[in-house]
């Protein structure tokens, strides 16, 4: 069973339409969850630490929150090159090692 | 701004041969990680490295790969004898000192086994 589930697999919105993704954990004891970016055949770009519910951050057009059991990257007035892949991973206690969900690929029509 | 780099960036190699892949983590990081991502799939961690040590390793990280770090500055994952299903791209992570610190990945080095 994934420990961490993407939503969804893929997303296709127009330049301006705002939308969120989805991060869901199974573990408990989060330590922290990360959000990343991967353009195709590059590796992951880092964007996002939570630590705890009810934390949020933000970067340019992007807004990251967390509860208890999943978090969301908010995408507001997106733009072609907000394209990409982006990945969540979660750091649970009893590990140093992330775990990565499979991503959601986000394509924007100008 | 410090990056992971990581050569070469495509390497193509026959079934069996032995392949080293290299990478230079960020310069005052004290973590370092391999991961792997077959072709459409999620990325996998292989191995963390601390101290001279590995202090994790996955499953998938069985003998027929090992890491090293020569020098102060490179750090390499060995394949002794590649597979087809070794072909993937495969990326350096490396972080500082504390758990909660981000791990910053490299560019990848895509791995062809024919």
């Known amino acids: 069973e994934d420990q961490v589930t993407q939503s969804p697999e893929a997303l296709r919105l127009q330049e301006g339409e705002s939308s969120s993704l989805n991060c869901s954990y199974t573990?408990?004891?989060?330590?922290?969850l990360f959000w990343y970016r991967q353009d195709p055949g590059k590796g992951p770009e880092f964007l996002f630490t939570?630590?705890?519910a009810g934390e949020e951050k933000e970067k340019e057009r992007l807004k990251a929150t967390l509860t208890k059991k999943e978090s969301f990257l908010h995408i507001t007035a997106p733009k072609p090159e907000d394209s990409a892949t982006y990945l969540c991973?979660?750091?649970?206690?009893?590990?140093?090692?992330?775990?990565f969900g499979r991503g959601t690929s986000l394509i924007v029509h100008p | 701004e410090p990056e992971v780099t990581q050569t070469p960036s495509h390497q193509v190699t026959q079934m069996g041969q032995e392949v080293i892949l290299r990478c230079v983590p960020i310069?005052?990081?004290?973590?370092f990680y391999w991961y792997r991502q077959i072709l459409g799939q999620k990325v996998e961690f292989l191995v963390s490295?601390?101290?001279?040590?590995?202090?994790?390793k996955s499953e998938i990280f069985d003998d027929q790969f090992s890491v090293e770090r020569p020098d102060g500055s490179n750090f390499t994952l060995k394949i002794r004898s590649t597979k087809l299903e070794d072909s993937a791209m495969y990326f350096c992570?490396?972080?500082?000192?504390?758990?909660?610190?981000?791990?910053?990945f490299g560019p990848g080095t895509r791995l062809t086994v024919l």
């Open positions: 991973a979660v750091q649970y206690r009893g590990s140093y090692i992330p775990t």
């Open positions: 573990v408990s004891g989060l330590r922290g």
């Open positions: 992570a490396s972080r500082g000192g504390s758990p909660t610190d981000t791990q910053y």
């Open positions: 310069s005052n990081h004290l973590y």
């Open positions: 490295f601390y101290n001279n040590e590995i202090s994790e």
């Open positions: 939570l630590y705890s």
